[in-house]
């Protein structure tokens, strides 16, 4: 297993397959490389978001979506910039890009082994182990 450093950062895969990019953790930040595009969000996430996955101890819709896009409520992206989750608003820390949460985040959690993920062409679903 990769060390999620930028010298050995985590290479993973969307949930449907179609695309792949690099995570790694630099100090409180996750750094997430899709292509030419950095988003960021914050490390207590991986945490957090298993913590709150265990809580539903059920499968729940990943549902993710551009930060200017609207979400539906019960998805890891509403949970991802819910003023009732522990960081009281979004994970993401770029601004304009603060979305995807839903998207890059569970497959990171799956790599770690925290998580199971669906792995179908659309509508996939994470819960925790």
Known sequence: MTAGTKDDPWTLTTAPGTSQYT????????VCQVGSTTLKYQARAIDDLHTWLKEQRDW???GAADEQKPVV???????????????????????GYRGRFGMYLPPLLEQLGL???????????????
């Open 60 to 62: 729940v819709p990943l």
């Open 73 to 95: 409520d019960g998805t890891v992206e509403a949970w991802g910039r819910s003023e009732g989750n522990p960081v009281g608003g979004w994970y993401g820390l770029r601004k």
């Open 23 to 30: 995570m790694y953790r630099d100090g409180d930040e996750l």
């Open 115 to 129: 998580v199971e993920l669906t792995h179908d062409p659309r509508n996939n679903s994470v819960r925790a182990v």
